[in-house]
């Protein structure tokens, strides 16, 4: 790996393989007509039981990640919120942030929005794609991260958060003066929305913890 947040592909390839292993394993259990609920009763579906039009794109994201998340069961009520989300997330994925940084933004604003489904995923994925250790437990814990720029990404992706997208000015200048651009500003708004997204849709439905994801089981310290 050159760069903090770069892929080395050896080892994403057998996360990935470990991965799918435990993804087949929560999908089988999830059985292929039947349609599951979580505990406030929203219907978690997959691509058999789904909404006619959500299932093409449903088979579409089981195929990709070797199974289907929860979350994106829950989303399929509403087509378009499911389409909407997809769409973005892949926008997001072609930004100018490096990997590690594009992780940095979804586990802070899904920790600043208390969101224990958002946190964990983001946290295994963040693991898989060997973010450090030390940044994705100072994200999950809200410490410093030990690298000056990424401590600087996050704290500006929460001031936005918090503010509901109005950032002091000084705010913005100590984004900018950690070398970042204006772009990476508009950049981190698409991030933003982006997990907003599931964030709120994981509050609704209180959408359960894929097996995948268990091991990175998060709660929000009082």
Not at 23 to 51: D, F, Q, V, W
Not at 100 to 127: D, G, M, P, T, W
Request: glycine share 6%; hydrophobic share 35%; proline share 5%.
């Amino acid at each position: 790996m050159n760069r903090l947040g770069e892929l080395d592909i050896p080892y994403y390839r057998a996360s990935i393989r470990r991965f799918q292993r435990d993804c087949r394993i929560s999908s089988n259990r999830r059985g292929k007509g039947k349609t599951m609920t979580t505990a406030n009763e929203y219907k978690l579906y997959n691509e058999s039981t789904a909404p006619e039009g959500a299932r093409e794109t449903l088979q579409q994201a089981k195929a990709k990640y070797g199974f289907l998340p929860n979350l994106l069961g829950v989303m399929a009520e509403s087509p378009s919120l499911l389409k909407g989300y997809l769409a973005l997330g892949d926008l997001f994925d072609k930004t100018s942030f490096s990997n590690a940084e594009r992780q940095v933004i979804l586990l802070a604003v899904s920790r600043e929005n208390k969101c224990h489904y958002c946190v964990a995923a983001h946290s295994a994925v963040a693991e898989m794609t060997k973010v450090p250790a030390k940044v994705i437990e100072a994200l999950r814990e809200g410490h410093p991260i030990p690298d000056a720029k990424l401590e600087a990404l996050k704290t500006f992706v929460v001031k936005v958060v918090s503010s509901r997208g109005w950032p002091a000015e000084e705010d913005i200048r100590a984004f900018l003066d950690a070398g970042y651009t204006r772009r990476h500003i508009f950049e981190v708004i698409l991030g933003v929305g982006y997990k907003t997204l599931s964030n709120y849709t994981n509050h609704l439905a209180e959408t359960p913890l894929d097996r995948p994801f268990q091991a990175k089981e998060w709660k929000k310290a009082s």
